[in-house]
């Protein structure tokens, strides 16, 4: 195992060790969804840090999109405003074009990821997994994102594109799908 699988099985492992001790304590499975962002901005940090020379561009775009992911969840600002002026903030637009400016980087990365890869299906597996981020991005159903994120580290498993960042990809879908198993089940 390479210090890459390491740190993303760190990452999941810590999470479902926490859901394990509060499904002991409550009866109920709780991730600490609003972790998310953070562990991947971290982890995508580190991968940065590790593949400089290799990866660079492609890491740089992914680091970005997780940044402006961090900052256009509620959460994240809570820390900073009071709840006045968080009541002022999120009624207001300034999330959702963060969120959108997370959208267009991770479109761009998820580009550079298929797009520069050796595997003569990078195209149809560039358009197969876009389409269910911006099935998100347009009808706000998370699950559809959930999915892609999986598919897309699936297929960057099993055809080799682009390795060890398809694990990046796979600890986005896992935190992603630990959202949604807390949220509505």
């Known amino acids: 195992m390479n210090r890459e699988e390491r740190s993303v099985a ?6 479902f060790v926490y859901a394990s001790f509060l499904f002991y304590d ?3 499975i709780l991730f600490p969804f609003p972790l998310n962002e953070l562990i991947v901005l971290i982890i995508s940090i580190q991968f940065l840090i590790w593949n400089w020379h290799a990866k660079k561009s492609l890491l740089v775009i ?3 999109a997780s940044i402006f992911n961090l900052i256009s969840t509620q959460f994240f600002w809570s820390f900073f405003m009071t709840n006045e002026q968080m009541e002022v903030f999120v009624s207001g637009i300034t999330l959702d074009i963060l969120k959108i400016f997370f959208y267009i980087f991770i479109s761009i990365g998820l ?3 298929f797009l520069t890869s050796s595997s003569k299906y990078k195209l149809p597996f560039f358009g197969f997994t876009l389409s269910p981020i911006l099935l998100t991005m347009f009808t706000s ?4 994102e959930t999915i892609s994120y999986i598919l897309i580290a699936l297929l960057g498993y099993k055809h080799k594109i682009n390795y ?3 694990l990046l990809w796979f600890l986005i879908g896992t935190l992603q799908l630990m959202k949604f198993c807390t949220l509505y089940l």
Do not use: C
């Open 10 to 15: 760190l990452a999941i492992l810590t999470l």
């Open 26 to 28: 409550t009866g109920a």
């Open 62 to 64: 992914l680091v970005t």
């Open 111 to 113: 580009g550079f990821y």
């Open 141 to 144: 159903f998370s699950i559809f």
């Open 164 to 166: 060890p960042i398809h």
